[in-house]
């Protein structure tokens, strides 16, 4: 199974989006949106930057 976006309402009915993989773990998750579109705008920006994001290790 591929890894998918679920896109829900929280208590407060704002909209959301969780990554799950192939399995069933949650491996990302969205901030709250007003709107439905606006969520899924946010999916979309991830699907079309996050392929060539990099990996900064910030030491504390």
């Known amino acids: 199974m591929a890894a998918k976006f679920e896109v829900y309402q929280d208590k407060a009915k704002k909209f959301r989006f969780r990554l799950k993989a192939g399995n069933g773990q949650v491996i990302a998750v969205g901030e709250a949106y007003?709107?439905?579109?606006?969520?899924?705008?946010?999916?979309e920006s991830i699907k079309k930057n996050a392929a060539d994001a990099s990996v900064v290790d910030v030491e504390e």
Do not use: P
């Not at 709107?35 to 705008?41: I, M, V």
């Open 34 to 43: 007003e709107s439905k579109a606006s969520c899924l705008n946010g999916i």
